[in-house]
Structure formats: C-alpha cells, structure tokens
Nanobody, 128 residues
Framework: QVQLVESGGGLVQAGGSLRLSCAAS????????????MGWFRQAPGKEREFVAA????????SYADSVKGRFTISGDNAKKTVWLQMNSLLPEDTAVYYC?????????????????WGQGTQVTVSS
C-alpha cells in the first residue's frame, strides 16, 4: 500500500503564498518509486475535483492546469519521497481542499480517476 500525507495548508490573504507538502510512504511505493507520477488536485465546496499539477517522479516532466500556470510550481525529491506545491499570487478562487495523489506509470494525467492513491487533503483558504 501507499500512504500520502499532505501538510502546509492554511489561511492566507490574496496575493500571498503557501507551500504544500506531500510525504509518500509504504512498501509498494518504495519498491516502484522510479515509475510513479504524483499529482495535486483540489476541490471547492459544491464543485468537482479538478486537476492542479502533476510531476513524474524523476522530475523530468511537469504539467499544470491553465488556471495556475505561472503561479504554482510542483517539485519533488525522490530521496525524501516528498512532493511540494509552491503556490504564489494566491487568489480567492484558489480556496479549496487540496489533495495529493499518486499512481504507477510515467504518463502525466490530469484526470483524477487515473490516480489510485490519495491523501486526506489539506484546506487552503484565500481571503480577499
């Protein structure tokens, strides 16, 4: 099994920054860590879960939703089994629960149903 634990959420004013972390663990993850993709998704109240960003575990490929390009940066450290989402110039519409997700493979996907493992989520609230 794979366990994903997010942290770093909180309350911030519009224009501010937050850095989310996702720590991965589990015997299966360690064994196949080279062939994994990691993603961040978010879900606001009354809305569907939407793609934010994804990264291939070796860090050579990233993908972003248009709504966050230029403001958010996804990165990862294979040795630490951790993925980060640096969020700058935050907007009130970025308010949501942010989820870390993982799946085997090397093709980045923006579809939530492509990811098998999920964290519990961390709340991000941006005030205007």
């Amino acid at each position: 099994q794979v366990q994903l634990v997010e942290s770093g959420g909180g309350l911030v004013q519009a224009g501010g920054s937050l850095r989310l972390s996702c720590a991965a663990s589990g015997r299966t993850f360690v064994r196949y860590s080279i062939g994994w993709i990691m993603g961040w998704f978010r879900q606001a109240p009354g809305k569907e879960r939407e793609f934010v960003a994804a990264i291939r575990w070796n860090g050579d490929l990233t993908s972003y939703a248009d709504s966050v390009k230029g403001r958010f940066t996804i990165s990862g450290d294979n040795a630490k089994k951790t993925v980060w989402l640096q969020m700058n110039s935050l907007l009130p519409e970025d308010t949501a629960v942010y989820y870390c997700a993982a799946d085997t493979g090397d093709t980045l996907s923006g579809n939530w149903y492509s990811y098998e493992f999920w964290g519990q989520g961390t709340q991000v609230t941006v005030s205007s």
